[in-house]
Protein backbone atom coordinates (compact mmCIF):
# COMPACT_ATOMS: atom_id res chain seq x y z
CA UNK A 1 0.00 0.00 0.00
CA UNK A 2 1.14 3.77 -0.80
CA UNK A 3 0.96 5.00 2.51
CA UNK A 4 0.64 4.07 6.24
CA UNK A 5 -2.02 2.72 8.01
CA UNK A 6 -0.92 3.77 11.56
CA UNK A 7 -1.74 7.09 11.14
CA UNK A 8 -4.64 8.70 8.96
CA UNK A 9 -6.79 11.39 9.31
CA UNK A 10 -9.95 11.16 7.17
CA UNK A 11 -9.96 14.73 4.83
CA UNK A 12 -13.76 15.20 5.69
CA UNK A 13 -12.59 15.30 9.43
CA UNK A 14 -9.87 18.43 8.01
CA UNK A 15 -12.62 20.18 5.24
CA UNK A 16 -10.85 21.50 2.17
CA UNK A 17 -9.19 24.90 3.96
CA UNK A 18 -7.95 23.37 7.11
CA UNK A 19 -6.23 20.60 4.47
CA UNK A 20 -4.69 23.77 2.60
CA UNK A 21 -3.37 25.25 5.62
CA UNK A 22 -1.99 21.96 6.18
CA UNK A 23 -0.05 21.45 2.92
CA UNK A 24 0.64 25.10 2.88
CA UNK A 25 2.15 26.52 5.74
CA UNK A 26 5.49 25.64 5.51
CA UNK A 27 5.68 27.00 1.90
CA UNK A 28 8.11 30.04 1.53
CA UNK A 29 7.89 32.93 -0.63
CA UNK A 30 11.61 33.56 -2.70
CA UNK A 31 11.37 35.58 -5.46
CA UNK A 32 11.10 39.56 -5.81
CA UNK A 33 8.28 39.05 -7.91
CA UNK A 34 5.82 37.02 -5.77
CA UNK A 35 4.18 39.81 -3.70
CA UNK A 36 1.36 37.05 -2.35
CA UNK A 37 0.63 33.51 -2.65
CA UNK A 38 -1.68 31.41 -0.88
CA UNK A 39 -4.32 32.48 0.97
CA UNK A 40 -6.10 35.00 -0.98
CA UNK A 41 -8.37 34.52 -4.22
CA UNK A 42 -5.22 35.27 -6.36
CA UNK A 43 -1.51 35.08 -6.37
CA UNK A 44 -0.21 38.62 -6.84
CA UNK A 45 3.17 38.46 -8.60
CA UNK A 46 4.91 41.37 -10.39
CA UNK A 47 6.91 41.17 -13.61
CA UNK A 48 7.78 45.05 -14.71
CA UNK A 49 10.65 44.51 -17.18
CA UNK A 50 10.57 40.06 -18.15
CA UNK A 51 8.73 38.26 -20.58
CA UNK A 52 6.19 35.54 -18.65
CA UNK A 53 5.89 32.25 -19.48
CA UNK A 54 3.47 30.07 -18.65
CA UNK A 55 2.78 26.21 -19.08
CA UNK A 56 0.62 23.88 -18.07
CA UNK A 57 0.66 19.43 -17.25
CA UNK A 58 -2.27 17.41 -16.03
CA UNK A 59 -1.17 14.00 -14.15
CA UNK A 60 -3.56 11.21 -13.77
CA UNK A 61 -3.41 8.56 -11.88
CA UNK A 62 -3.52 5.09 -14.34
CA UNK A 63 -2.67 7.19 -17.15
CA UNK A 64 0.96 9.46 -16.15
CA UNK A 65 1.56 7.61 -13.22
CA UNK A 66 0.86 4.30 -11.26
CA UNK A 67 0.44 4.22 -7.04
CA UNK A 68 1.15 0.68 -7.34
CA UNK A 69 5.38 1.84 -7.40
CA UNK A 70 5.10 5.44 -7.13
CA UNK A 71 5.86 7.12 -4.11
CA UNK A 72 4.19 9.91 -2.82
CA UNK A 73 6.57 12.20 -2.09
CA UNK A 74 8.42 11.12 -5.23
CA UNK A 75 5.11 12.08 -7.32
CA UNK A 76 5.09 15.65 -6.22
CA UNK A 77 8.55 16.42 -6.84
CA UNK A 78 7.95 15.22 -10.49
CA UNK A 79 5.15 16.70 -10.75
CA UNK A 80 6.66 19.98 -10.35
CA UNK A 81 10.26 19.47 -12.06
CA UNK A 82 8.76 18.27 -15.13
CA UNK A 83 6.50 21.55 -15.48
CA UNK A 84 10.15 23.17 -14.51
CA UNK A 85 11.21 21.37 -17.54
CA UNK A 86 8.86 23.20 -19.91
CA UNK A 87 10.13 26.36 -18.74
CA UNK A 88 14.39 25.59 -19.54
CA UNK A 89 13.26 24.37 -22.50
CA UNK A 90 12.38 27.85 -23.50
CA UNK A 91 15.73 29.29 -22.32
CA UNK A 92 13.55 30.98 -19.29
CA UNK A 93 13.44 30.59 -15.91
CA UNK A 94 10.78 28.97 -13.65
CA UNK A 95 9.75 31.25 -10.79
CA UNK A 96 5.75 30.37 -9.28
CA UNK A 97 3.51 27.33 -9.57
CA UNK A 98 0.03 26.74 -8.42
CA UNK A 99 -0.62 23.32 -8.22
CA UNK A 100 -4.36 21.67 -8.26
CA UNK A 101 -5.11 18.74 -7.24
CA UNK A 102 -8.35 16.35 -7.06
CA UNK A 103 -8.79 12.93 -4.65
CA UNK A 104 -10.79 10.21 -3.61
CA UNK A 105 -11.77 9.26 0.27
CA UNK A 106 -8.72 6.59 -0.69
CA UNK A 107 -6.37 8.74 0.23
CA UNK A 108 -6.14 10.23 3.70
CA UNK A 109 -4.50 14.25 4.87
CA UNK A 110 -1.37 12.38 5.55
CA UNK A 111 -0.87 11.47 1.66
CA UNK A 112 -1.91 14.76 0.82
CA UNK A 113 0.84 16.28 2.64
CA UNK A 114 3.48 13.76 1.55
CA UNK A 115 2.63 14.20 -2.11
CA UNK A 116 2.98 18.48 -0.62
CA UNK A 117 6.42 17.74 0.60
CA UNK A 118 7.72 16.24 -2.34
CA UNK A 119 6.59 19.23 -4.48
CA UNK A 120 8.11 21.45 -1.37
CA UNK A 121 11.47 19.57 -2.14
CA UNK A 122 11.48 20.59 -5.91
CA UNK A 123 10.44 24.12 -4.97
CA UNK A 124 13.19 24.44 -2.53
CA UNK A 125 15.80 22.89 -5.03
CA UNK A 126 14.80 25.01 -8.06
CA UNK A 127 13.73 28.44 -6.20
CA UNK A 128 10.37 28.04 -7.20
CA UNK A 129 7.47 29.91 -5.47
CA UNK A 130 3.67 27.62 -4.71
CA UNK A 131 1.76 30.52 -4.81
CA UNK A 132 -1.88 28.81 -5.20
CA UNK A 133 -3.99 26.28 -6.50
CA UNK A 134 -6.99 23.97 -5.71
CA UNK A 135 -8.27 20.98 -3.86
CA UNK A 136 -11.33 19.20 -4.64
CA UNK A 137 -12.87 15.43 -4.72
CA UNK A 138 -12.36 13.48 -7.00
CA UNK A 139 -14.49 9.93 -7.87
CA UNK A 140 -11.82 8.25 -9.52
CA UNK A 141 -8.64 8.75 -8.27
CA UNK A 142 -5.96 11.12 -8.14
CA UNK A 143 -5.37 14.30 -10.43
CA UNK A 144 -2.58 16.60 -9.99
CA UNK A 145 -2.67 19.79 -12.28
CA UNK A 146 0.21 22.07 -12.18
CA UNK A 147 0.60 25.58 -13.74
CA UNK A 148 4.28 26.90 -13.95
CA UNK A 149 4.89 30.61 -14.95
CA UNK A 150 8.42 31.72 -15.60
CA UNK A 151 10.24 34.79 -17.10
CA UNK A 152 12.67 35.23 -19.58
CA UNK A 153 14.82 38.06 -19.85
CA UNK A 154 13.60 39.18 -23.37
CA UNK A 155 12.18 38.39 -26.79
CA UNK A 156 16.00 37.48 -27.92
CA UNK A 157 16.15 35.18 -25.36
CA UNK A 158 13.40 33.30 -25.79
CA UNK A 159 13.79 29.99 -27.33
CA UNK A 160 11.20 28.31 -29.14
CA UNK A 161 10.60 25.29 -31.12
CA UNK A 162 10.16 26.87 -34.94
CA UNK A 163 14.04 28.68 -34.83
CA UNK A 164 16.16 25.68 -36.22
CA UNK A 165 18.00 26.41 -39.31
CA UNK A 166 19.99 24.18 -42.07
CA UNK A 167 22.83 23.27 -41.16
CA UNK A 168 22.30 24.13 -36.99
CA UNK A 169 23.90 21.40 -34.93
CA UNK A 170 21.71 18.81 -33.12
CA UNK A 171 22.44 18.64 -29.41
CA UNK A 172 21.30 17.52 -26.58
CA UNK A 173 21.87 17.08 -22.62
CA UNK A 174 22.72 14.17 -20.37
CA UNK A 175 21.50 10.31 -21.32
CA UNK A 176 18.77 8.63 -22.83
CA UNK A 177 16.67 5.89 -22.60
CA UNK A 178 17.38 5.57 -18.43
CA UNK A 179 13.45 6.75 -17.74
CA UNK A 180 12.09 4.20 -20.21
CA UNK A 181 14.37 1.10 -18.45
CA UNK A 182 13.24 2.35 -14.88
CA UNK A 183 9.99 1.79 -15.74
CA UNK A 184 10.46 -1.38 -17.50
CA UNK A 185 11.83 -2.73 -14.27
CA UNK A 186 8.62 -1.20 -11.91
CA UNK A 187 6.65 -2.74 -14.54
CA UNK A 188 8.47 -6.18 -14.01
CA UNK A 189 8.48 -6.11 -10.56
CA UNK A 190 4.92 -5.41 -10.11
CA UNK A 191 3.28 -8.21 -12.74
CA UNK A 192 5.66 -10.44 -9.99
CA UNK A 193 4.60 -9.17 -7.09
CA UNK A 194 0.79 -9.11 -8.60
CA UNK A 195 1.29 -13.05 -9.49
CA UNK A 196 2.89 -13.57 -6.04
CA UNK A 197 2.32 -10.99 -3.16
CA UNK A 198 4.77 -12.13 -0.44
CA UNK A 199 7.09 -11.80 -3.12
CA UNK A 200 10.16 -8.59 -2.47
CA UNK A 201 10.71 -6.46 -5.43
CA UNK A 202 14.27 -6.56 -7.07
CA UNK A 203 15.31 -3.11 -7.31
CA UNK A 204 19.09 -3.84 -6.35
CA UNK A 205 21.59 -2.36 -8.60
CA UNK A 206 18.81 -0.10 -10.62
CA UNK A 207 19.08 2.80 -8.41
CA UNK A 208 20.05 5.24 -11.40
CA UNK A 209 17.58 4.17 -13.78
CA UNK A 210 14.63 4.36 -11.41
CA UNK A 211 15.48 7.63 -10.06
CA UNK A 212 15.48 9.00 -13.43
CA UNK A 213 12.09 7.68 -13.82
CA UNK A 214 10.47 8.31 -10.55
CA UNK A 215 12.35 11.32 -9.57
CA UNK A 216 13.58 13.54 -12.74
CA UNK A 217 15.54 16.59 -12.29
CA UNK A 218 14.84 19.81 -14.72
CA UNK A 219 18.50 20.77 -16.29
CA UNK A 220 18.55 23.91 -14.98
CA UNK A 221 22.58 23.60 -15.13
CA UNK A 222 22.20 23.66 -18.89
CA UNK A 223 20.43 26.91 -19.02
CA UNK A 224 23.48 28.39 -16.74
CA UNK A 225 25.98 26.37 -18.98
CA UNK A 226 24.63 28.39 -22.35
CA UNK A 227 24.26 31.50 -20.37
CA UNK A 228 27.78 31.67 -19.80
CA UNK A 229 29.42 30.37 -22.78
CA UNK A 230 26.49 33.31 -24.33
CA UNK A 231 24.59 30.94 -26.56
CA UNK A 232 21.32 31.27 -27.27
CA UNK A 233 19.60 28.34 -29.29
CA UNK A 234 18.02 28.91 -32.47
CA UNK A 235 15.71 25.78 -31.50
CA UNK A 236 14.79 23.84 -27.83
CA UNK A 237 12.37 21.32 -26.49
CA UNK A 238 12.56 18.88 -23.23
CA UNK A 239 12.53 15.58 -23.74
CA UNK A 240 9.17 13.90 -22.37
CA UNK A 241 8.03 11.73 -25.39
CA UNK A 242 10.80 10.54 -26.64
CA UNK A 243 14.03 12.00 -28.69
CA UNK A 244 12.14 10.85 -31.88
CA UNK A 245 8.92 12.94 -31.42
CA UNK A 246 10.66 16.02 -30.17
CA UNK A 247 12.95 16.10 -33.42
CA UNK A 248 9.80 15.70 -34.84
CA UNK A 249 8.35 18.63 -33.25
CA UNK A 250 11.46 20.68 -33.85
CA UNK A 251 11.86 19.64 -37.76
CA UNK A 252 8.05 20.16 -38.26
CA UNK A 253 7.76 23.64 -36.81
CA UNK A 254 11.21 24.87 -38.26
CA UNK A 255 9.94 23.52 -41.46
CA UNK A 256 13.30 21.33 -41.84
CA UNK A 257 14.80 18.02 -41.58
CA UNK A 258 17.73 16.23 -40.11
CA UNK A 259 20.35 13.37 -39.76
CA UNK A 260 21.60 11.90 -36.38
CA UNK A 261 24.10 9.70 -36.17
CA UNK A 262 23.69 6.10 -33.74
CA UNK A 263 26.55 6.57 -32.75
CA UNK A 264 26.29 9.63 -30.62
CA UNK A 265 23.24 8.99 -29.04
CA UNK A 266 24.39 9.47 -25.19
CA UNK A 267 23.38 6.33 -23.17
CA UNK A 268 24.35 5.28 -20.08
CA UNK A 269 26.30 1.68 -19.35
CA UNK A 270 23.32 0.65 -16.81
CA UNK A 271 20.54 1.60 -19.68
CA UNK A 272 22.15 -0.62 -21.99
CA UNK A 273 23.08 -3.44 -19.49
CA UNK A 274 18.86 -3.58 -18.43
CA UNK A 275 17.87 -2.98 -21.74
CA UNK A 276 19.79 -6.13 -22.97
CA UNK A 277 18.14 -7.75 -20.40
CA UNK A 278 14.49 -7.05 -21.64
CA UNK A 279 15.49 -7.80 -25.19
CA UNK A 280 15.37 -4.34 -25.62
CA UNK A 281 17.37 -2.26 -28.52
CA UNK A 282 18.84 0.56 -26.03
CA UNK A 283 18.85 2.77 -29.16
CA UNK A 284 15.37 2.28 -29.17
CA UNK A 285 14.89 3.62 -25.61
CA UNK A 286 16.86 6.57 -26.37
CA UNK A 287 14.20 7.80 -29.34
CA UNK A 288 10.70 6.00 -28.17
CA UNK A 289 10.66 5.76 -24.27
CA UNK A 290 10.47 9.00 -22.73
CA UNK A 291 10.46 11.08 -19.50
CA UNK A 292 14.26 11.58 -19.71
CA UNK A 293 13.63 15.41 -19.48
CA UNK A 294 16.65 16.13 -20.91
CA UNK A 295 16.81 19.38 -23.25
CA UNK A 296 17.27 18.56 -27.16
CA UNK A 297 18.47 22.02 -28.76
CA UNK A 298 20.06 23.16 -32.37
CA UNK A 299 22.59 25.78 -32.20
CA UNK A 300 24.44 27.81 -34.97
CA UNK A 301 27.36 25.79 -36.51
CA UNK A 302 29.65 29.09 -35.31
CA UNK A 303 29.45 27.87 -31.56
CA UNK A 304 30.29 24.74 -32.02
CA UNK A 305 33.74 25.10 -30.67
CA UNK A 306 32.16 26.76 -27.47
CA UNK A 307 30.28 23.71 -26.87
CA UNK A 308 32.29 20.65 -28.03
CA UNK A 309 34.07 19.63 -24.77
CA UNK A 310 30.96 20.25 -22.35
CA UNK A 311 30.79 16.81 -21.03
CA UNK A 312 27.10 17.56 -20.03
CA UNK A 313 26.05 18.24 -23.78
CA UNK A 314 26.22 15.90 -27.18
CA UNK A 315 26.06 16.99 -30.73
CA UNK A 316 24.37 14.01 -32.16
CA UNK A 317 23.76 15.83 -35.66
CA UNK A 318 22.53 18.29 -38.06
CA UNK A 319 19.57 20.30 -39.94
CA UNK A 320 18.92 19.77 -43.30
CA UNK A 321 16.86 21.00 -45.70
CA UNK A 322 14.69 18.02 -46.61
CA UNK A 323 11.47 19.02 -44.81
CA UNK A 324 9.81 16.30 -43.05
CA UNK A 325 12.31 13.83 -43.78
CA UNK A 326 14.25 12.80 -40.67
CA UNK A 327 16.81 10.19 -40.71
CA UNK A 328 19.10 8.00 -38.86
CA UNK A 329 22.49 6.88 -39.60
CA UNK A 330 23.39 3.96 -38.26
CA UNK A 331 26.77 2.48 -36.89
CA UNK A 332 27.24 0.84 -40.15
CA UNK A 333 26.49 3.88 -42.08
CA UNK A 334 23.27 3.06 -43.81
CA UNK A 335 20.14 5.67 -43.62
CA UNK A 336 17.09 4.92 -41.35
CA UNK A 337 14.07 6.86 -42.26
CA UNK A 338 13.09 8.35 -38.26
CA UNK A 339 9.65 7.77 -37.51
CA UNK A 340 8.50 9.60 -33.96
CA UNK A 341 6.80 6.65 -31.97
CA UNK A 342 6.97 8.27 -28.50
CA UNK A 343 4.17 8.07 -26.16
CA UNK A 344 0.66 10.32 -26.98
CA UNK A 345 -1.78 10.04 -24.51
CA UNK A 346 -4.77 10.02 -27.48
CA UNK A 347 -3.46 6.84 -29.21
CA UNK A 348 -0.84 4.72 -26.57
Known amino acids: ?24 SSFKLENKSSIYGVGDDCAVLSYPDKKILVSTDLLVEGVHFDMVYTPLMHLGYKAATVNFSDIYAMNGKPKQITVGIAVSNR ?20 HVDLVGGDTTSSLGGLFISVTVIGEAENDKSIVYR ?16 A ?26 GNEYLLQRFLRPEA ?41 VYEDKIPIDP ?18 NGGEDYELLFTIDQKDYEAVKD ?6 IGHITDNEKEMS ?12 AQGWDSFRN
Not at 270 to 287: H, R, S, Y
Not at 310 to 315: C, G, M, R, T, V
Open 1 to 24: MFESKESRTELKSLGEFKLIDEIT
Open 107 to 126: FSAEAIKEIYSGIEQACKNY
Open 162 to 177: NGAKTNDLICVSGNLG
Open 179 to 204: SYMGLMILEREKTTWQANPNMQPDLA
Open 219 to 259: RFDIHEILKAKKIVPTAMIDISDGLASELNHICSQSKKGCN
Open 270 to 287: ETILVAEEFNINPITAAF
Open 310 to 315: IPQISI
Open 328 to 339: LITHDNVVVELK
